[in-house]
């Protein structure tokens, strides 16, 4: 198919309070241009909200009615989503009637992986029918609910998206990509037909909870406290016999399936640099897992940021580090352009997960479409190149 246009849209479970917005097009498969990417605030009041409604989701656990607050979210964070991608187009070269899809992830508040004899359970909030009446044009939402219906962890979704971008670098195995984001997760790709990913354990989520706590804002900024501290490494040790650690992939895990707990007791600087260990010794423990440890990682994700994450994975990880942008990727934008891509993968049927990255039987669509009969659908060999003309 001719490429096309596609907004994706992602907000990370670390509520970091802004939208991230990526425009690109592709026809599913390869990336053939990169729109702009920005992130668009959405206020603390709505974050607020969204605090609260993971709280009630964690008490929910799946058990019984939505709690009532779920509903009011969804509606303000589709409307607050919504209004951040006009925004957004505004100032674009790119036409919003020159856009065929958005790809709508959603806030992810309760994830619970499939046990043996258990199917797992997601949820997203998000209305994609009300994104798409406030467009007039399709919406791709709900990526996760059919992977665990089948049997699959619902996540990670990046890995066809990295597979793409490596592709791009002739990566063949030796170079593997690092998402850190409130969980960090993982794709391997052997060059030809074997992709792997999977969580590999916390990454943002239990630092920031952790200085949070504490009082010290929202998170460990440039990585002071940790680059300060000392870490336990008795107490590294035994955090690091977690079992989640080494069992097998595909696996994935919840926000607070890893806690700032792990740091109780300690001081901040030295909370912070455990905290810190632990998250890049837990990478380190999943590349001994794949079929051939990568000599790099590329990472991506606000975790990239963290100067300390940084210069503990080379010596926690034992293996090189480079920043999304040392291989002209954009580091801040991959999840939403991976939503973007993921969004015509919808479209056009083909599959988003695959036995090897969530464990479903065999290679799944997903994503709920909204909006389809909205002008400007998608048709096979269409001119929807973007131009103005």
């Not at 992986?113 to 209305?127: E, H, K, M, S, V």
């Not at 996760?144 to 962890?153: E, K, P």
């Not at 300690?266 to 632990?278: H, I, P, Q, W």
Request: aromatic share 8%; proline share 6%.
């Amino acid at each position: 198919m001719e490429p096309i246009w596609a907004i994706g849209l992602m907000t990370g479970t670390v509520l970091d309070g802004n939208v991230d917005v990526a425009l690109i097009r592709t026809d599913g498969e390869r990336i053939f241009e990169f729109g702009d990417y920005k992130l668009m605030p959405y206020g603390g009041e709505l974050r607020a909200m969204l605090v609260e409604t993971l709280a009630a989701a964690r008490q929910w656990n799946f058990e019984g009615p939505d709690p009532a607050i779920f509903a009011e979210a969804e509606r303000a964070l589709t409307i607050a989503q919504a209004d951040a991608v006009l925004q957004f187009m505004a100032g674009q070269s790119v036409y919003f009637s020159d856009v065929t899809i958005v790809g709508f992830h959603g806030q992810s508040v309760l994830h619970r992986a499939p046990q043996p004899g258990r199917i797992g359970a997601t949820r997203q909030l998000g209305d994609g029918q009300l994104m798409a009446d406030a467009f007039g044009k399709p919406v791709a939402y709900d990526f996760r609910s059919a992977d665990v219906a089948a049997g699959g962890q619902g996540a990670p979704l990046s890995a066809i998206y990295h597979q793409a971008l490596l592709r791009g670098l002739d990566a063949k195995g030796e170079t593997a990509v690092l998402n850190l984001g409130g969980v960090a997760n993982i794709t391997w790709w052997d060059g030809a037909d074997h992709l792997i990913a999977f969580d590999t354990g916390p990454a943002n989520a239990p630092i920031n909870d952790f200085v949070s706590g504490l009082g010290l804002g929202d998170m460990d900024r440039d990585g002071a406290l940790a680059l300060s501290g000392t870490v336990d490494e008795a107490r590294l040790v035994e955090l690091l016999k977690h079992p989640y650690l080494t069992a097998a992939y595909p696996k994935s895990l919840d926000r607070f399936d890893f806690t700032a707990d792990m740091a109780k007791g300690c001081n901040a600087a030295d909370g912070a640099a455990l905290l810190t260990a632990f998250t890049t010794s837990a990478v380190g423990k999943a590349l001994d897992m794949l079929p051939r440890r990568p000599e790099r990682l590329i990472v991506c994700g606000g975790g990239r940021h963290n100067p300390a994450i940084m210069a503990m994975l080379p010596e926690r990880a034992r293996v090189e580090v480079l920043p999304a942008e040392a291989v002209g990727w954009r580091g801040d934008a991959i999840e939403a352009e991976c939503f973007a891509l993921l969004a015509v993968r919808a479209l056009r049927g083909l599959p988003i997960s695959f036995p090897t990255t969530t464990g479903v039987p065999e290679p799944m669509t997903g994503g709920r479409l909204a909006g389809l009969g909205w002008p400007r659908p998608w048709r096979p060999g269409g001119d929807d190149t973007g131009s103005h003309d």
